[in-house]
């Protein structure tokens, strides 16, 4: 029996890593993921500004599993109900069990222009044109940077070119005007959050303008909904996702069982998944590992049902997804907003928290020595000793799990 998982995204590898340990010995389980090392999406921001941290939130795929077949390719097509995946190359890969866990690509909403000229942040290497860019324009003098979309992504990215103008030399030279097409930064998130928000945007001179939907673009000049430009230097794409060329850009609409057909489910930001309690799910990366979860054990009772001795009884009774989010949280350069329960909190304590989540993250997939230099770039340390990195440690040398309580959504544009 074979079962395979398509993306080694937040999903994919939380999916994938509890079915290594819950599957019995006899089924085969394929991990395929077009890259060689699982991104830390949630910290890519980062990479703007400190290159150096590449290293830090790129774990290689065979450092976390142990038993999983692990395929470097690209899926292009998928027939769900058959079982059925089409990998690069024309090469079929059938399946009886199977998880889409590609996660989301960037949106650019057929605007005029905008994917031509615009630079998304969706790997490293985005992050690594974007921080040239921008250096090149304050190299020039007055850098003129726009950022589309102030969903948290964006606001991240603007907080990170803010810090970078700074610290560079930069500040009074740039500016950097942060543009979203609804009444607030962040929005769909609480009220007073995104006053937080808003507030740190401001603090750190980034121009925020609302009701700013873009409209189009050139290589010089951003047109807004109604005729106003913009003229810019840098111009940076946050405005929203769609889902993966295997699925044909869309995103398909799931309920809590995540099943999308057959026995193949979805999850991550690769769907729209409605919970128990038909509440929409954001796409964010807590959602994604709190889906996966659900997914590994709705898998199993599969293969525990299609191995063992039905006798053609019904289906086992799967479990439902339901959502709920312990908060947000978001990096402002230096700085940061959490909300947690009716909390927000900012300054040394925000930080401390998104510090957290990434050290937590990265040691519940076992790169408790990556966690540890991520704290060293997030707190500015010069290193971190050995006995740091054992506190991280349990006896038996397996990785402290720390759940991912906050984490970032992008908005859309349409």
Not at 50 to 60: F, G, H, K, L, N
Not at 228 to 241: A, M, S
Request: with cysteine.
């Amino acid at each position: 029996m074979k079962i395979a998982v398509f993306g080694a995204g937040y999903a994919g590898l939380t999916l994938a890593r509890r079915l290594e340990q819950q599957l019995p010995p006899e089924v085969n389980l394929v991990v395929v993921d077009e890259d060689e090392a699982h991104l830390v999406q949630h910290e890519l921001h980062r990479a703007i500004r400190r290159p150096s941290i590449a290293e830090d939130i790129t774990v290689p795929l065979t450092e976390c599993f142990e038993r999983a077949e692990i395929r470097q390719a690209r899926v292009t097509d998928l027939d769900a109900e058959a079982g059925v995946a089409t990998l690069d190359g024309d090469e079929e890969l059938a399946y009886d069990v199977g998880a889409v866990c590609l996660g989301a690509e960037t949106a650019f909403y057929d605007l005029p222009g905008v994917e031509a000229h615009a630079t998304p942040l969706k790997r490293l290497d985005d992050a690594e044109r974007i921080r040239a860019d921008v250096l090149e324009a304050f190299d020039a003098g007055d850098a003129r940077i726009v950022v589309g979309g102030a969903g948290l992504s964006g606001i991240q990215v603007a907080g990170e070119l803010a810090a970078l103008a700074r610290e560079v030399g930069a500040g009074d030279a740039a500016e950097i005007t942060l543009l979203e097409q609804q009444e607030t930064v962040a929005p769909n998130f609480p009220e007073r959050f995104q006053r937080a928000v808003d507030q740190q945007l401001r603090d750190r001179g980034i121009t925020v303008r609302t009701d700013a939907a873009v409209d189009g673009a050139d290589g010089n000049t951003i047109t807004l909904d109604g005729g106003t430009t913009i003229d810019y230097d840098v111009f940076v794409w946050t405005g929203g996702i769609r889902g993966p060329d295997a699925l044909a850009g869309d995103r398909p609409l799931v309920r809590s069982r995540l099943q999308l057909a057959g026995d193949t489910f979805v999850v991550g930001d690769a769907a729209r998944v409605v919970d128990a309690d038909g509440q929409a799910v954001p796409a964010s990366a807590q959602a994604a590992i709190r889906e996966a979860r659900v997914a590994a054990a709705n898998i199993e009772k599969l293969v525990d049902h299609r191995i063992g001795d039905s006798n053609g009884e019904f289906e086992p009774r799967l479990e439902d997804f339901q959502f709920d989010s312990p908060g947000w949280l978001v990096s402002v350069g230096d700085g940061a907003v959490a909300q947690v329960g009716g909390t927000v909190l900012t300054g040394p304590a925000a930080v401390a928290l998104k510090a957290t989540v990434g050290v937590g993250y990265l040691t519940s997939v076992g790169a408790v020595r990556k966690a540890v230099g991520l704290v060293g770039e997030e707190l500015d340390l010069d290193g971190v000793p050995d006995e740091a990195v054992d506190a991280f440690e349990e006896e038996d040398g397996e990785p402290a799990a720390v759940d991912v309580a906050v984490d970032e959504e992008e908005d859309g544009n349409d």
